[in-house]
């Protein structure tokens, strides 16, 4: 099979040549930048200048000559324009991490050091508006600053408040997505995931809004949570708005894609603490349900598509709903949260749900444990999850950046010896 054939096999609950692999097709798949230049360092591929796809999470690109290696069969096709609304002109920056990896960002954006050695940059690179992101000193990643004033509570205004946050989908976005959809699909023979995203309800990354110069309304994540509780109406006014852009982009998307993608990410919501979902059932069914079957439910009718949602923690109690709204694939299977067992998953779900990820805990086992450890613990994990079809092998959400690089290529390795040994 070609890693499209395989990965399709794989999605449609039917049994691959092998166990496909995604190394890096998204921004919950992917590996900090710091991590991507220990590792190609460890594998004695050439040096050269990292460019940066997801600038908060700082996650690397992950170039033809690694992925070949990795042996991956996944490509993601990402956004022109970075998570601080920053677009790519064909020119980039140099940044330096506090480790002192150096990489390359969108030419737009700006940023400072400051004197106890952290770093804040400007949503769309606009330093009229204040910081929207923080890395501390020594730090991996940016942390999101909270920057939306105090809200009235006796006159709450979603539409108003949120009229920044959604947008429709402009004509040279549409451009670059049916050049790169086109590219990928007639110039490779990988897998090609769509990271449109935009269905993202409530997301914690997203509501504060980086990208945003001047947000307002309930956009701390403490607060849009009790707000699920308090003022039901203003979140579902909300989701009801961003639905509305949503299916807008989706038909410009499809328009500009059509067959060229095979899987559409469209949110990254999380649902799941590491010991229980973050609501009951009945409000994930009143607040977000419907919104995401709308969604679901146009992808299905209108495409060949395969729906895709990332979402941590301890989700299980809320995976036949989330088969009932029609999601396809889930990542990224976080088996060390509660009621989160491989073979219970696979034994439950396995034939409605593809399991996109769970390969090897990213918390401990991946950046504390040693190779053989990393090794044993993927090496238990395939035959579980990936009996049957139904399952794309990666890490439990990204590679932090100060993992080894010797256990990353440990647990890769693994997979690839597995599938040597039990495929041929």
Excluded at 89 to 109: H, Y
Aim: hydrophobic share 35%; net charge negative; charged share 25%.
């Amino acid at each position: 099979m070609t890693s499209r054939e395989r990965v399709l096999a794989a999605i449609n609950h039917q049994q691959p040549d092998r166990i496909p692999i995604d190394f890096g097709a998204t921004g919950q798949t992917g590996i900090s930048v710091c991590a991507l230049k220990r590792l190609r360092d460890y594998l004695g591929l050439p040096e050269k200048d990292l460019d940066v796809f997801e600038i908060v999470q700082m996650l690397g690109v992950v170039d033809e000559d690694l992925r070949q290696v990795m042996k991956s069969d996944v490509i993601g096709m990402n956004h022109p324009e970075d998570s601080l609304g920053v677009p790519y002109t064909g020119k980039k920056k140099k940044f330096t991490m506090p480790d002192g990896t150096k990489c390359m960002v969108n030419a737009g954006n700006e940023w400072d050091v400051r004197p106890d050695g952290s770093i804040e940059m400007y949503p769309q690179g606009d330093r009229t508006a204040p910081p929207s992101i923080h890395m501390p000193a020594g730090g991996y990643f940016f942390d999101i600053i909270d920057r939306a004033p105090e809200v009235d509570e006796d006159n709450l205004t979603p539409r108003e408040d949120f009229e920044n946050f959604f947008s429709v989908m402009s004509d040279e976005t549409a451009l670059y997505y049916e050049k790169e959809s086109k590219r990928l699909f007639t110039e490779t023979d990988y897998c090609v995931i769509g990271n449109l995203a935009g269905a993202g309800f409530g997301d914690p990354g997203a509501i504060p809004a980086p990208f945003e110069k001047h947000p307002k309304g309930i956009r701390k994540f403490d607060e849009w949570v009790m707000a699920q509780a308090l003022y039901p109406e203003y979140v579902m006014e909300v989701f009801e708005m961003q639905t509305e852009f949503m299916l807008k982009n989706l038909e410009i998307y499809k328009q500009a894609c059509g067959d060229n993608i095979q899987i559409c990410w469209i949110s990254g919501t999380d649902f799941g603490t590491q010991n229980a979902p973050f609501m009951s059932n009945e409000m994930f069914r009143q607040l977000y349900k419907p919104y995401y079957t709308r969604v679901c439910d146009w992808i299905h009718k209108n495409t060949g598509w395969k729906t895709y949602m990332h979402t941590c923690g301890a989700i299980e109690p809320l995976l036949n709903d989330f088969i009932e709204m029609g999601l396809d694939i889930v990542n990224p299977v976080q088996l060390s949260a509660a009621g989160m067992d491989a073979k219970q998953l696979k034994d439950k779900y396995g034939d409605k749900l593809v399991f996109w990820g769970g390969g090897v805990d990213t918390q401990a086992t991946l950046p504390q444990g040693t190779p053989e450890e990393v090794a044993a613990q993927v090496t238990e994990r395939l035959p579980i999850l990936s009996e049957g079809g139904g399952y794309v092998f990666n890490t439990i959400h990204n590679i932090v950046g100060d993992t080894r690089p010797e256990n990353i290529w440990a647990a890769f390795k693994a997979v690839h010896d597995y599938n040597e040994k039990h495929f041929g």
